[in-house]
């Protein structure tokens, strides 16, 4: 079985983006969906790209999630994404079916491509039409093209409640070829279980195989994307989508290639900087939460813990108001659904141990609460129950997240 490549092979790019891997462009304008912010984003490729993507777990899934499937199934393969924020085009039925398909040929259409071509990918409010006239003319003025700018446009387009665009870009060599990969995500709020509200894109210049590919993001989601929580709540739009063109002209990747665990550790890499950035940007968080939990019978065991952990709304305003109440995580662990020994639990802030053995320890509260005040919190659960671990990622829950909600339509 392979293993994933040590994070040497792999180096980030400072300022990274959507566009580092050759052959790709994108725009990003306002078309009047908001009000005054950019709406309407593409990436795009001239060269057709292998395509695989994860899908939000919603039983209720929008026009956009069941356009861009039946693109995929088509060939595999695809020359880009057209994307709107601002309106989720989700229960909406027959007309909103219809308004994603219009989308995905007008894309088409302006580059002289197939219809399934393009996917297609829609975040905003639920229940509410297209405005199709606005979109229309959103799509004629795409422009896309590769630079900073235009990888920022894109960014900026397909936020809703965000603060702040999501983007890395990694580079790594596989058969003596520099191959790079890059990412934009948005979400905010609503970002559980398994991705929930929020759209990744990943783009890489590797020569790759669609079921190739779509095995390798397969593999590592369940270590990512579905390992990140902000309120508890799924909706109904979300995906990620991964483009290569080939580009970067190495063997064909797959899971018999010597190097694959290189890419493996790219995407995953790639991946796991786009989740933690959107559980950062939780709706009114003002911090990053990191739960690991070690010393599980099942990896998966670790990871559904440490997720009802970082998901607990008494662990996410504990880390709000830097309260070290360590109570609030053995609590949940405890309806994890997950069995373990509660006196053999260890518990710690950063280096702080607060529980050991399942016995409180004495500890600096001052020391505790300055920890707790940091922009990044990492909370360690040790048990002596098997020898796997599990990662998951949050944010607190603050005053702001009530207002946000309160008024999210008007």
């Known amino acids: 079985m392979n293993t994933l490549q040590p994070v040497e092979e792999i180096k980030q790019i400072q300022e990274g983006n959507i566009l580092m891997p050759q052959g790709f462009k994108a725009s990003g304008v306002h078309a009047g969906l908001r009000y005054s912010k950019k709406d309407v984003g593409i990436i795009f490729t001239d060269v057709p790209a292998s395509a695989a993507a994860v ?43 219809k308004d994603a398909y219009e989308m995905r040929k007008l894309a088409a259409q302006k580059f002289g491509m197939e219809d399934h071509s393009f996917a297609v990918a829609s975040t905003g409010v639920i229940g509410e039409f297209m405005e199709m006239e606005k979109v229309r003319k959103g799509i004629e003025s795409l422009q896309p093209e590769n630079s900073p700018e235009a990888a920022d446009d894109f960014g900026t387009a397909i936020l809703t409640t965000d603060i702040v665009t999501k983007s890395c870009g990694y580079v790594t060599i596989i058969d003596g070829k520099t191959v790079k990969m890059g990412g934009a995500a948005k979400g905010s709020g609503m970002i559980h279980p398994n991705m929930a509200t929020m759209l990744g894109f990943i783009t890489t210049d590797a020569v790759i195989e669609p079921n190739d590919l779509q095995q390798a993001l397969s593999s590592i989601t369940n270590d990512t994307f579905n390992q990140i929580t902000v309120d508890g709540d799924c909706s109904t739009n979300d995906m990620v989508l991964v483009l290569a063109n080939g580009e970067a002209k190495n063997e064909p990747l797959t899971a018999n290639h010597p190097e694959w665990s290189v890419f493996l550790e790219l995407l995953k890499q790639t991946s796991e900087n786009l989740a933690k950035q959107i ?23 670790s990871q559904m813990m440490a997720k009802t952990i970082v998901g607990s709304n008494l662990v996410k305003t504990a880390a709000f108001g830097a309260d070290a109440n360590w109570g609030r995580i053995i609590a949940a662990m ?40 940091n922009e990044s919190i990492i909370i360690h659960v040790y048990l002596k129950d098997g020898n796997e671990s599990g990662t998951a990622w949050g944010c607190d829950l603050t005053y702001d997240y009530v207002k946000i909600n309160g008024s999210y339509r008007s």
Do not use: W
Request: net charge negative; proline share 4%; hydrophobic share 40%.
């Open 334 to 373: 405890g309806r994890s659904g997950v069995g373990f020994n509660p006196d053999q639990t260890t518990i710690v802030f950063g280096d702080i141990v607060v529980l050991k053995d399942g016995v409180p320890v004495l500890f600096s509260e001052e020391e505790a609460k300055a920890y707790l005040e």
């Open 279 to 301: 559980a950062k940007d939780g709706e009114g968080a003002t911090k990053l939460i990191e739960v690991n939990v070690h010393g599980m019978p099942t990896k998966q065991d």
């Open 55 to 97: 899908y939000t777990q919603n039983v209720v899934q929008a026009a956009p999630i069941n356009v861009t499937k039946d693109s995929i199934a088509a060939s595999g393969k695809l020359h880009g994404i057209v994307v709107n924020s601002a309106c989720a085009n989700a229960c909406t039925g027959v007309q909103g079916l």
